[in-house]
């Protein structure tokens, strides 16, 4: 069974742009979850979506954003993007009831 | 509130020695426990969990984790470390009586986990 994918793996963007990350989970997953994980606060939590519905918020500012779609697969944006925002985005996938989560490989934002 | 606490940032163990990465944690229902394994710029590796049952579970690459409900701790074990064990490990809680958050994981701060030759 494949596991969870995210692309693109590493993206470079300015100041101010926008960027959308995508995470197809694993066959079967409805759950998807997406984290930001920084040197400085290790990994938090940005919000969790099943079945196309956001469940679960973190404490991240408006400009970033998800949706999940029809076959679960989900994506993220990040709008006006700042330098703080440069870290590696980690999407996880489980069951209904899971009870673990798998992630993804990441992806490496770096913001200039 | 939830929470889950890794006491230690950095661990230092000697190849073939045994080595301990300890998880505290705070759910106001049952806890479901896990630990996972992040090598350099990867995600996270699932390692083991501990749903209920026996209070050592065993998990991948000889990994087992101790269960101990009165100190509320679940510590990351292993009989003899390896110098490819060194890595980033966390720890994390779900409070599966929460209905509406019954997918939210809570993670530690992480350790990191040296094993030298």
């Known amino acids: 069974k494949a596991g969870v994918t995210q692309t693109p793996r590493y993206l470079i963007k300015t100041r101010g742009q926008q960027v959308t990350l995508s995470c197809s989970p694993i066959s079967g997953h409805r759950s998807v979850s997406w984290y930001q994980q920084t040197p400085g606060q290790g990994l938090q939590f940005l919000f969790e979506y099943f079945s196309e519905t956001q469940r679960n918020k973190g404490n991240f500012p408006g400009r970033f954003s998800g949706r999940q779609f029809s076959n679960s697969r989900s994506e993220m944006n990040v709008s006006t993007l700042e330098l703080g925002d440069s870290a590696l985005y980690l999407c996880?996938?489980?069951?209904?009831?899971?009870?673990?989560?798998?992630f993804g490989p990441g992806t490496r934002l770096t913001v200039t | 509130a939830q929470s889950v606490a890794q006491p230690e940032d950095q661990v230092n163990v000697a190849e073939g020695n045994p080595l301990t990465v300890k998880c505290t944690y705070s759910v106001s229902g049952n806890p479901y426990l896990f630990w996972y394994v992040q090598y350099p710029n990867r995600g996270l590796q699932f390692l083991l969990k501990?749903?209920?049952?026996?209070?050592l579970v065993k998990g991948s690459y000889g990994f087992e984790a101790e269960f101990n409900k009165s100190q509320t701790s679940f510590h990351l074990k292993k009989p003899s470390a390896l110098v490819s064990d060194s890595a980033l490990y966390f720890c994390?809680?779900?409070?599966?009586?929460?209905?509406?958050?019954?997918?939210?994981?809570?993670f530690g701060s992480g350790t990191k986990l040296n094993v030298k030759p």
């Open positions: 501990y749903i209920t049952g026996d209070n």
């Open positions: 994390a809680v779900r409070d599966m009586l929460v209905l509406y958050n019954f997918n939210k994981f809570y």
């Open positions: 996880a996938s489980s069951f209904l009831q899971g009870p673990e989560q798998y």
